[in-house]
């Protein structure tokens, strides 16, 4: 999943967004609301973590544009973080269009299982993806073939599952990079190609994911 991270404690973006690459999540990161506005206008999140208290507005008004400015891509999901612990602030978050809400202090693992389950709404597969012989568990954060086991990196496993997300579809470069990779990523570099080597070659033979020439890859298989 692509996350949008809007926090301006740069200590704690710092430290959240490392936490949440380590988890294979691809992460943006804005300060304030002016700059995720300029993320919002070019990328559609899976989800986006809003902090309310932001230098140049309030993140809770930026959550109501979301539903009414068409120039804003809506974030599939919605979760706010906070210091504000009232019930009626809670209240306000949910009515405003969030779709969870998270009160600061918080435990980084509380964080990942709300993403992770924002992330699962709507989706019949819950926290384990198969396909074909693949068998993904987003929970543990393991993968396997048949009964061998998959070890990956964080940026393979996201890749993998996107592709899991996606049986049977041809996906390009720029799909891929568009949803693995966050904004820091260039578009010119071989970044994908290697990764995508890297990838098939952990998942053996016969091959499952295929060049299909001047379009892109795909993976072979059914849910």
């Not at 539903?67 to 009515?95: F, K, N, Q």
């Not at 996906?171 to 949803?179: K, P, V």
Request: hydrophobic share 45%.
């Amino acid at each position: 999943m692509r996350i949008l991270l809007i926090e301006d404690d740069p200590d704690l973006a710092d430290v959240l967004a490392l936490g949440l690459r380590n988890e294979s999540y691809a992460v943006d990161l804005a300060t304030t609301c002016a700059h995720a506005e300029e993320l919002l206008r070019l990328t559609t999140y899976d989800v986006a973590c809003f902090d309310l208290g932001l230098p140049d507005g309030d993140g809770l008004e930026l959550v109501r544009r979301l539903a009414r400015d068409p120039e804003l891509r809506r974030p599939r999901r919605s979760l706010v973080l906070t210091a504000r612990d009232a019930v009626a602030d809670r209240v306000a978050g949910l009515d405003a269009g969030a779709d969870d809400y998270l009160v600061k202090p918080f435990h980084f693992a509380e964080l990942v299982a709300r993403v992770r389950a924002l992330g699962r709404r709507g989706e019949s597969h819950g926290s384990t993806l198969h396909v074909g012989e693949l068998t993904l568990d987003l929970a543990a954060h393991t993968a396997r073939r048949a009964d061998t086991e998959l070890v990956l990196t964080a940026r393979e496993f996201s890749l993998l599952r996107y592709f899991m997300h996606h049986p049977g579809e041809v996906l390009s470069a720029e799909d891929l990079l568009e949803h693995v990779w966050d904004a820091h990523a260039n578009p010119f570099t071989t970044s994908v190609r290697v990764i995508l080597s890297r990838l098939r070659r952990k998942l053996g033979e016969p091959p499952l994911i295929v060049t299909i020439t001047n379009v892109g890859y795909q993976l072979k298989g059914r849910p």
